[in-house]
């Protein structure tokens, strides 16, 4: 077993319009960064397409034919004033919702250690019926649902460290007393949401708002007395992770100031922890970053720590 890395060509084909953030090049940046030697261990796969019913657990058929039926033949149309959706982008979302639960599923099926899906387009903004921050379908509340409903896990834990507040993540969650959500974000920024009294049904939800300027001497010590000691505190049996790397200092779209190393340092925590409590049982999603040389620097420094804990696990075993 090793880490598994689930990718598909689909994500190339959701071609949003010329000067939009949320491009086709961050993922050939991100396999371009995938391609080097220290990653040729990675187990790559292709992500298959989410079924329909895995899209229902969170979203209701009328959106999803919404979704399925908007795009036209040639150029795009707008879901929202920054969503938008062509030809190839339903089968993309149901690629990056099917990826995540193929991630989950091979890591309870203990035929990868952890797993990384680079697809796109992201899901962490798309509540239950409306599409909004380039997000279409939410994946990993998606995948979540799936580990509980269709796997039979009793709890589940997501962890969102992207710059924006996943407050799609939190609508599909909201009601959803299995599934901790705990997210460190930027506030105030897009989309306004994650304040700390935002608290969940069943008080499962954990907002960690940061302010502008926020950097790695500041963000370490909140992951470690609030996200990591809440994390311990859930026992979850699977830990899904929204991994947005747009809380870069380099990244255009917001103003916290983490460095590539910070990023490496989360995935140790959350490798850590997961180890402790849920038997490494760990699969992080592509979310946000948008500054390229960023994105792909960060998610390799990511996923070197993910695959380096997996293998010291098997070796463990």
């Known amino acids: 077993m090793t880490t598994a890395l689930f990718t598909h060509p689909a994500s190339l084909e959701h071609v949003t319009p010329e000067g939009h953030p949320e491009r086709v090049d961050r993922i050939l940046a991100i396999e371009r960064a995938l391609s080097a030697p220290e990653f040729d261990a990675l187990d790559r796969r292709s992500a298959p397409p989410a079924a329909r019913a895995a899209l229902l657990r969170c979203h209701p058929p009328e959106y999803v034919d919404r979704v399925a039926s908007a795009a036209p033949e040639e150029g795009w149309v707008a879901l929202d004033g920054d969503t938008h959706v062509m030809s190839g982008s339903y089968e993309a979302g149901l690629r990056a919702a099917g990826g995540a639960i193929a991630a989950v599923d091979a890591v309870l099926d203990k035929d990868a250690t952890n797993a990384f899906c680079a697809l796109r387009p992201p899901g962490h903004h798309a509540e239950r019926a409306t599409a909004m921050g380039f997000c279409l379908f939410g994946a990993v509340a998606i995948a979540a649902k799936h580990a509980l409903e269709a796997r039979g896990l009793s709890r589940v834990a997501v962890v969102d460290f992207d710059v924006h507040h996943g407050n799609g993540t939190q609508d599909l969650l909201w009601e959803e007393a299995r599934a901790t959500f705990i997210s460190t974000h930027q506030s105030p920024l897009y989309p306004g949401t994650g304040m700390r009294k935002e608290r969940g049904a069943h008080g499962q939800i954990l907002n960690l708002p940061l302010p502008p300027g926020t950097d790695g001497t500041a963000y370490r010590p909140v992951f470690e007395t609030r996200v990591l000691p ?88």
């Open 230 to 317: 809440a994390l311990r505190q859930a026992r979850p049996e699977l830990i899904l992770v929204s991994a947005g790397f747009d809380a870069h200092a380099a990244d255009p779209l917001a103003q916290m100031a983490l460095g590539t190393e910070d990023f490496a340092w989360i995935a140790e925590r959350l490798c850590d922890v997961a180890g402790d409590i849920c038997a490494g049982r760990l699969v992080s999603v592509l979310e946000g970053g948008y500054d390229l040389t960023a994105l792909a620097e960060s998610v390799a420094a990511y996923v070197a720590v993910m695959m380096a804990r997996g293998q010291e696990r098997q070796g463990n075993d």
